[in-house]
């Protein structure tokens, strides 16, 4: 099931316009940033201890 899911996902995408690949970009960098931020207090609380 999964490797149909990931069939109908690679049609679907070059259909999607500009618009969505940017929002997908901006989510991107929203994740990248989180997963830093979450790092960054990993390494504050590790310090403290």
């Not at 690679?10 to 830093?36: F, H, M």
Request: charged share 25%.
């Amino acid at each position: 099931m999964q490797e149909e899911d990931f069939r109908k996902l690679e049609i679907d995408l070059p259909r999607q316009p500009v618009v969505n690949q940017k929002s997908w970009a901006k989510a991107g960098w929203v994740l990248l940033l989180l997963v830093l931020l979450l790092m960054a207090l990993a390494y504050l609380f590790r310090r403290q201890d």
